[in-house]
């Protein structure tokens, strides 16, 4: 049997690769749209892959449904909002601002906490939110533009996908009686379905990748979106969100470096500041959840 410290190590190291996989997979993610294959259908490809191949170990999850089937629905319209509007940021937006954007999640569910679930807000906790509000804002203002807002559709994406996130989070910590397995399915079918309601909706015509391209979205989603998303979970349910919150600020640190070492994309000073800002309370909010709280 494993040590006790090996039991701590692994949820760990899972969390630390789930992240940090999360911060690189924006690269495949672009070669895939740079051969037709993009945006809302690139998503669906991705995430219907993980979720077929996920299916002879979840489907035994789904009489959980039942048991909280409003939650439950909650969470795969938040999930499939939060990966939709991710992928579409990174096809478009500049990396390391889109991640730093998303990282405010944090501390829309602190607001959610306290809002929603009654959770108090210490002064630190207050402090973080004015900290990272401040950074967000510093990346937002455009002295051209005159009041701090989003640029455009990558930065409204890179938003409303953190806060999707920070909801999702709240409702799985209302989700205490359910599987990992089932909460993973959620995941996956939410963005499914609400993949297909923006197909329909909008109108969006069907790509005509090549075979090899529609063939490497599939392989990506299996062995990228599938595995990093059980890493994360596996993570996450094996610590305490507040110390799992931190270790996932490591999606920064890949997401700068591969930004750097793979395109040419500049971050201005100004956008650095912020930045630092984002994480700082970030970390605050993380740091100072109590464990009891999760």
Known sequence: MPSNDARRFYPIAALLIGASLWGVIWYPMRLLEGGGLGGVWLTLTLYGAALVASLPRTAKAIPEFTRQP???TLLMIAAGWTNIA??????????LRVLLLFYLSPLWATLMGWALLRE????????????AMSGALLMLWNPILGWPWPQGKADWMALTSGFAFALSNVVVRKLQDISIAAKSLSVWAGVVLVGLVMIAGFSLPMPYPGGNIFAGAIVLGVLGIMVMTLLVQYGVTHMPVHRSAVIALIELVAGAVS???????????????GG????????????VSSPKDY
Do not use: C, D, K, P
């Open 70 to 72: 409003l939650l439950l």
């Open 120 to 131: 108090h807000i210490t002064r630190t906790g207050f402090a973080s939110l004015i900290i």
């Open 259 to 273: 930004q750097q070492l793979l395109t040419n994309e500049i971050v201005t000073m100004r956008e650095w500041v």
């Open 86 to 95: 991710f992928v579409e940021a990174v096809l478009e937006g500049n990396i």
């Open 276 to 287: 630092v800002l984002i994480v700082v309370g970030a970390y605050l909010a993380a740091r």
